[in-house]
């Protein structure tokens, strides 16, 4: 059987990276997409002879449609997506900018809705597919200050769950993880006062390691009867 080829969006730093290293432990051939840490991706492909990495803004279509077309050219089909490029951002609601609004949502939102669209045509000719999408927490209950974000993270799950119903037919699952508070540089301006109180409020008493996720994800990819769901790796913060 042929090897599986899975593109992984945001794949040079914290859980993107940490997901690309379990699917390519685990013998799948991975397209590490990266955007400003060229040196980072260049030190993940040098680990790994089947990491393969390709540079893309994948806010912008015609990097997404050049992150395809040079997977499909090369590797023929696409087996599995992990749309798991992000930015954060902290600000009060009055504040934010229209820019703001436009970089947090088009990185974050319009990135899965392009990235997907342009990846599931060959899916869905070869009526086989796995689709993640990155959510958040924040998407399920929604963050103070942080409102770009957490309503990006929302439309990611609506979509998850909208694709889940029009592709399964198709034989594609879609589904979402939504992480907690996970060790990565996003989270590198909390203090260890600040980590110690968010570790108070957690049932599991501890922050989440980017390999937490990559578990999940190693599930999702190998399992064949989920879809449309939205996953909570969270240490139980935010039960609902
Ligand atoms: P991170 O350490 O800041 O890494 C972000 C990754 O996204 C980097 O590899 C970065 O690539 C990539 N990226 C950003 N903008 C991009 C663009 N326009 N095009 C291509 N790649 C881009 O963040 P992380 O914590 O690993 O977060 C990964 C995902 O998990 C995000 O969607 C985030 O919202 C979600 N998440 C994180 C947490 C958490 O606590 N850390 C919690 C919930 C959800 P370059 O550096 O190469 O530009």
Same mark, same amino acid.
């Given at each position: 059987? +042929?090897?599986?080829? %899975?593109?992984?969006?945001?794949?040079?730093?914290?859980?993107?990276?940490?997901?690309?290293?379990?699917?390519?432990?685990?013998?799948?051939?991975?397209? %590490?997409?990266?955007?400003?840490? &060229? #040196?980072?991706?260049?030190?993940?492909?040098?680990?790994?002879?089947?990491? $393969?990495?390709?540079?893309?803004?994948? +806010?912008?279509? &015609?990097?997404?449609?050049?992150?395809?077309?040079?997977?499909?050219?090369?590797?023929?089909?696409?087996?599995?997506?992990?749309?798991?490029?992000?930015? $954060?951002?902290?600000? @009060?609601?009055?504040?934010?900018?229209?820019?703001?609004? !436009?970089?947090?949502?088009?990185?974050? @939102?319009? +990135?899965?809705?392009?990235?997907?669209? &342009?990846?599931?045509?060959?899916?869905?000719? !070869?009526?086989?597919?796995?689709?993640?999408?990155?959510?958040?927490?924040?998407? @399920?209950?929604?963050?103070?200050? &942080?409102?770009?974000?957490?309503?990006?993270?929302?439309?990611?799950?609506?979509?998850?769950?909208?694709?889940?119903?029009? @592709?399964?037919? +198709?034989?594609?699952?879609? !589904?979402?993880?939504?992480?907690?508070?996970?060790?990565?540089?996003?989270?590198?301006?909390?203090?260890? $006062?600040?980590?110690?109180?968010?570790?108070?409020?957690?049932?599991?008493?501890?922050?989440?390691?980017?390999?937490?996720?990559?578990?999940?994800?190693?599930?999702?990819?190998?399992? #064949?009867?989920?879809?449309?769901?939205?996953?909570?790796?969270?240490?139980?913060?935010?039960?609902?």
């Amino acid at each position: 059987m +042929s090897k599986k080829i %899975a593109i992984v969006t945001g794949a040079s730093r914290g859980i993107g990276r940490a997901i690309a290293k379990m699917l390519a432990e685990n013998n799948y051939i991975v397209i %590490a997409n990266y955007f400003r840490s &060229e #040196e980072e991706a260049t030190d993940l492909q040098n680990k790994f002879d089947n990491i $393969d990495i390709f540079k893309a803004d994948v +806010s912008k279509r &015609e990097d997404v449609k050049k992150l395809v077309e040079y997977t499909l050219n090369k590797y023929k089909k696409i087996d599995i997506l992990v749309n798991n490029a992000g930015i $954060d951002q902290e600000k @009060l609601f009055q504040e934010i900018t229209d820019e703001d609004w !436009n970089s947090v949502i088009n990185t974050n @939102l319009f +990135s899965v809705f392009c990235t997907t669209q &342009e990846v599931v045509k060959n899916m869905i000719h !070869n009526k086989n597919g796995c689709i993640i999408n990155m959510s958040s927490i924040w998407g @399920l209950v929604g963050a103070s200050c &942080e409102s770009i974000y957490s309503i990006s993270k929302a439309g990611i799950d609506a979509m998850t769950k909208s694709l889940a119903k029009e @592709l399964g037919p +198709s034989n594609i699952r879609v !589904n979402s993880i939504a992480p907690g508070f996970i060790d990565t540089d996003m989270n590198k301006e909390y203090s260890k $006062d600040d980590i110690n109180n968010i570790k108070q409020d957690i049932p599991l008493q501890k922050i989440g390691q980017p390999e937490d996720i990559a578990k999940c994800v190693k599930w999702l990819v190998e399992d #064949e009867y989920t879809t449309g769901q939205v996953i909570a790796i969270d240490g139980g913060w935010q039960i609902h």
